[in-house]
């Protein structure tokens, strides 16, 4: 993602963009947009997406790095966790709690500067699991 491109969001910006404030994959749907129904804050996005401003865009882009780079640091602290203490190091035990927190306060704050409703997977970060009995 280079921070110099003040053209529209790309696809790519558009997936993190999506999954980063709680929506699922759109895919490639039947062509005819009824799959928005089901998410009411969907379209709105989308629409956000499309239309924002050059500065806009830059603010966007700052975010879409932030979010990328705290997420990929919440796997990487899983490498301490079989270590509690080593020398004079101690391990944070509650660091990858802590990282998801961080990732998730940043995503709260990225949907708020969109001005849109966060999606159904915001505060999960997974879809809601249903037992059928």
Same mark, same amino acid.
């Given at each position: 993602?280079?921070?110099?491109?003040?053209?529209?969001?790309?696809?790519?910006? $558009?997936?993190?963009?999506?999954?980063?404030? #709680?929506?699922?994959?759109?895919?490639?749907?039947? #062509?005819?947009?009824?799959?928005?129904?089901?998410?009411? #804050?969907?379209?709105? +996005?989308?629409? &956000?997406?499309?239309?924002?401003?050059?500065?806009?865009?830059?603010?966007?882009?700052?975010?879409?790095? @932030?979010?990328?780079?705290?997420?990929?640091?919440?796997?990487?602290?899983?490498?301490?966790?079989?270590?509690? $203490?080593?020398?004079?190091? @101690?391990?944070? $035990?509650?660091?990858?709690?802590?990282?998801?927190? +961080?990732?998730?306060?940043?995503?709260? &704050?990225?949907?708020?500067?969109? #001005?849109?409703?966060?999606?159904?997977?915001?505060?999960?970060?997974?879809?809601?699991? &249903? +037992?059928?009995?």
């Amino acid at each position: 993602m280079s921070s110099s491109n003040t053209g529209p969001l790309v696809d790519s910006e $558009k997936v993190d963009t999506r999954r980063f404030c #709680g929506y699922p994959a759109y895919g490639l749907g039947p #062509g005819d947009d009824s799959f928005q129904r089901f998410f009411v #804050g969907y379209e709105h +996005l989308e629409y &956000r997406q499309a239309n924002l401003t050059t500065a806009e865009l830059a603010v966007a882009r700052n975010y879409l790095a @932030t979010l990328n780079t705290l997420e990929a640091a919440i796997p990487g602290a899983a490498a301490n966790l079989d270590t509690d $203490k080593a020398s004079v190091w @101690t391990h944070n $035990k509650q660091e990858v709690r802590d990282r998801t927190l +961080l990732f998730d306060d940043w995503r709260r &704050r990225y949907v708020a500067f969109l #001005g849109v409703q966060p999606g159904p997977y915001m505060n999960a970060g997974a879809p809601p699991v &249903r +037992l059928i009995v």
